[in-house]
């Protein structure tokens, strides 16, 4: 199994919701830092498992769509049933499906976001895709 990861970081805002948070219920800023990690089992005939400046560019087109933005007011975080809670094991899911989605690489068999909102707290998301449906 091959495994390949990139990582970019930037600063966006959010406040949480639906529960007492203390000052996390209040509008506050987090250096979120990303790792986007792909896995295949084999590599393309140039011996690589993706074309890293492909992913660079959409991972870095990503985080900057997110930057210096506050999270509850953009339309990933607005659910059917009202506003979804911006936790950090919500935006790793969102940033990994949305990831997965841009990349374009038949031998991919995973991809997995790990999102760090600061030096100690992390959450990951990882999601399985069959070799060929890229």
């Known amino acids: 199994m091959y495994t390949l990861a990139v ?3 930037f600063i966006a805002q959010h406040f949480l919701i639906g529960g007492d948070w203390g000052s996390e219920n209040s509008l506050h800023s ?3 830092v ?3 990690q792909l896995e295949g ?3 393309d005939e140039h011996n690589y498992l993706v074309d890293i400046v492909e992913v660079e ?3 870095e087109g990503l985080a900057d769509y997110y930057r210096e933005r506050t999270l509850n007011e953009l339309p990933e975080f607005q659910g059917d049933e009202g506003p979804i809670n911006p936790s950090i094991e919500h935006f790793s899911r969102m940033f990994c499906l949305e990831m997965a989605g841009q990349i374009e690489a038949p031998n991919l068999t995973a991809v997995t ?3 760090w909102e600061n ?3 992390w959450a990951s998301y990882r999601l399985d895709i069959s070799a060929n449906d890229g």
């Open 7 to 9: 990582q970019r970081d």
């Open 41 to 43: 089992d084999s590599l």
């Open 30 to 32: 987090h250096h979120y």
């Open 34 to 36: 990303v790792e986007l």
């Open 113 to 115: 976001v790990r999102m």
């Open 57 to 59: 560019a959409s991972l």
């Open 119 to 121: 030096d100690i707290a």
